[in-house]
């Protein structure tokens, strides 16, 4: 392989990587079935391997809105630092303060001071230890400049000698065939929707990455999120993994292992043969999360030891959710939903679906007063117009809103929507909730479009302590998370994803943990409440974490209370503020379809899809 220098380029306004000797293989979606107009674009990225000159990024611009509070006005705008590898983040016992599991993504387009404690494309693909690089995505942008689709990505991949992309086995295309799948797009083709970084290091090491974003410019100016598995050495020789996930508890490294072994199955051999080896060889044990994903394909819940065999969709997240025991299971809980599209579910489903986002351990009947409240936080057209990049960053958020059927589902969703930042010239006051003036978690996202999914349950309605959180890259769909059960008790999966579910007991053997929402950075401050009130000054304190000098952060010590005893805080980075606001009556959400003629604040208009 051609050698290439250790000099560093910035590829874009939120990359920055080393050119480096390493192979990587890319997995994405078959389109070739499709007619050319129906295929997804797919784009392929440099970020992985330079050769070739790569145009300056834009200069950052400004805009209404990007004079909130937290913007450093006046300053000179220094670039992100960038540790070599990255920390280990901290999941021991013995801190009273632990970061949040699930970070953020850095958004360029925002102020620094509003980027703490976040991760950019660059910080996981700028390893210079990496020696191998397998990328899931959608959506793959190799050269980070011209758009190609399937085809002409492959030819792209050519120019690398180190770059091999590996097209995702879709069994419904390929059973069907071309006329049947083009008939029936709409509602029945599904895609490779996941998205995952799996590394390998030249220090015999691994990392499992997982996020929300397609692996292009554009889905990185919107937040996103990000989990990055602690660096997994290789397991000892005298450890041998279990065929089944039976002896380990949902929630543990091992059973991870295994679920994620199992998830790459169905690529197939050829496809994903080697990563499935090189991944058995390595120790999982430090790792705190329960992987809920989907595969493509049915599955007979009937016939199935949920003991022994690895769920996807909306049963594997029941069944994971059944391993958590509520803080406050006889006081009525918040669940909220966020993501970038919701599809056409039905109310059926819904309410299916929303049992299954109640479930817990303690399965004992609620009175219907103790029933979860369920909310949805999804953008507005006015925030889109407001959000870094207007009305562009639209192309990737959905809702349709416009058919009979779309105004129906609107109306069971309509008491559930809540906004995304909920700061415009529509609301109250930011620092107002009805009228009155309460203390507000700011997220410091307000101006980057949720392309984030989420979903997450609150103790209570006050919102101040976690049960659980699931980050994915499932949005509101049946294609994602599975149909509901047939007569012969299948679940039909049109679609890959994957996500992890993190919750407090993973973090303490004690059952003492408690997670709680962070606000601009990752870390708790103690016992201190996190929720600041917006006529206070929006500064971070600077003490609020220190530095181990390799670019790595040490946590907080709890202060004390006479006569309490110290327990566990995990922080959870939260996207959005709290508390939520409700749309107003009038209000409605962003549809991409819908023309748009206010101008967004570059003095940009929207067509709509199709219209254009």
């Known amino acids: 392989m051609e050698q290439t220098s250790s000099k560093r380029r910035r590829v874009s306004a939120d990359v920055l990587i080393e050119d480096r000797d390493s192979d990587c293989e890319i997995i994405g979606t078959s389109t070739n079935k499709l007619p050319k107009e129906q295929r997804p674009r797919i784009t392929t990225s440099a970020n992985l391997s ?21 913007t450093d006005k006046g300053k000179k705008r220094e670039p992100v630092s960038r540790s070599p590898s990255p920390p280990q983040r901290p999941i021991s016992t013995h801190s009273p303060s632990m970061s949040s599991p699930i970070q953020l993504s850095t958004v360029n387009d925002l102020a620094d001071s509003t980027n703490i404690d976040t991760v950019s494309l660059g910080d996981i693909l700028g390893d210079p230890l990496i020696k191998e690089c397998w990328l899931f995505n959608y959506l793959i942008d190799v050269d980070f400049v011209i758009r190609f689709d399937l085809v002409e990505m492959q030819e ?30 709409d509602f029945i083709l599904g ?35 990000v989990w990055r598995s602690p660096i997994l050495p290789l397991q000892t020789p005298s450890f041998s993994d279990p065929d089944s996930p039976g002896p380990f508890p949902i929630g543990s490294g091992h059973r991870f292992k295994t679920d994620i072994l199992r998830y790459l199955d169905p690529y197939g051999q050829r496809r994903t043969g080697t990563l499935t080896t090189e991944l058995q060889k390595f120790d999982f044990s430090s790792i705190r999360a329960a992987l809920v994903a989907s595969v493509p394909g049915k599955q007979n ?28 299971p006889r006081v009525k809980a918040h669940i909220v939903m966020q993501c970038s599209s919701v599809a056409s579910i039905g109310k059926k489903w819904m309410d299916q679906f929303q049992n299954v986002l109640i479930s817990h351990k303690t399965q004992a009947p609620l009175p219907p007063s103790l029933k979860p409240r369920l909310s949805l936080v999804f953008p507005t ?28 589902q609107l109306e069971f969703l309509r008491p559930m929507l809540c906004h995304w930042a909920g700061d415009g010239r529509a609301n109250a006051a930011i620092g107002e909730r009805n009228g009155k003036q309460v203390k507000v978690g700011q997220a410091l996202r307000r101006r980057a479009a949720p392309h984030i999914k989420t979903y997450i349950r609150f103790s209570d309605e006050d919102m101040t302590t976690i049960d659980w959180a699931l980050m994915t890259s499932a949005n509101l769909s049946k294609q994602a998370w599975g149909e509901e059960t047939n007569g012969k008790g299948e679940v039909r999966i049109c679609s890959y994803e994957i996500g992890v579910l993190v919750w407090p007991a993973l973090f303490d053997d004690t059952d003492k943990a408690e997670m709680v929402p962070v606000f601009g950075k990752d870390t708790p401050d103690g016992d201190d409440d996190d929720m600041v009130d917006e006529k206070e000054e929006d500064e971070m304190d600077d003490d609020a974490e220190t530095t181990d000098g390799e670019g790595g952060k040490d ?45 967004d604040w570059m003095g940009r208009t929207w067509p709509g899809f199709g219209n254009s």
């Open 381 to 408: 057209a006015d925030e889109i117009r407001r959000s870094v990049d207007g009305y562009a960053c639209g192309g990737s958020i959905h809702m349709k809103t416009q058919t009979p059927a779309q105004q129906k």
């Open 191 to 225: 895609t490779h929707h996941s998205k995952m970084i799996i590394l390998f290091r030249h220090d015999d090491t691994a990392q499992i990455n997982i996020v929300t974003g397609n692996f292009i410019v554009r889905d990185w100016s919107m937040c996103q999120a």
């Open 50 to 70: 330079l050769k070739s000159p790569i145009s300056p990024p834009p200069p950052r611009r400004t805009h209404p809105g990007h004079n909130e509070s937290h």
């Open 301 to 328: 819940l009937r016939n199935t030891n949920l003991d022994e065999e690895t769920l996807w969709g909306w049963p594997a997240l029941r069944h994971a959710l059944r391993s958590v025991e509520p803080k406050t």
């Open 555 to 599: 946590v907080v010590p709890t202060r004390e209370k006479q006569g309490k005893q110290r327990r566990i805080r995990v922080g959870l980075r939260m996207p959005y503020d709290l508390p939520l606001l409700p749309y107003a009556d009038e209000e409605m959400p962003w549809c991409a379809s819908t023309p748009h003629l206010e101008p």
């Open 156 to 185: 792209a991949a050519k120019r690398y000698d180190n770059v091999h992309v590996i097209t995702a086995y879709m069994a419904e295309m390929y059973e069907m065939g071309y006329l049947k799948i083009y008939l029936a797009y």
